[in-house]
């Protein structure tokens, strides 16, 4: 029996710590409204895979379907001309 395997974009980003000022990361999987954090990259890799996973076989255990994301989805960054005099503020 072949394994059927779903793609879902995670995203990254250097963050702060819920309720402190101590650097991490954030995982994110937008479509499936889920994240976690780490301190290293490389945890929260695969931190954000288990917690899938875990959220995969909870929907299949509840008899729910599992969402799958658009094959075709492109994530890319933009780099915009900033005003001058801008302010800048970092989330």
């Known amino acids: 029996m072949k394994q059927k395997i779903a793609n879902y974009t995670v995203v990254i980003e250097k963050d702060k710590r819920t309720g402190t000022s101590k650097a991490c990361y954030t995982a994110s999987v937008p479509f499936l409204g889920i994240s976690t954090e780490a301190d290293t990259l490389k945890q929260a890799q695969r931190d954000i895979l288990s917690l899938v996973q875990f959220h995969l076989e909870s929907l299949a255990?509840?008899?729910?379907?599992?969402?799958?994301?658009?094959?075709?989805?492109?994530?890319?960054?933009?780099?915009?001309?900033?005003?001058?005099?801008?302010?800048?503020?970092?989330?």
């Open 61 to 91: 255990e509840e008899g729910d379907k599992i969402l799958i994301e658009k094959e075709h989805v492109i994530v890319t960054t933009i780099k915009a001309l900033l005003p001058k005099n801008t302010s800048l503020s970092f989330s």
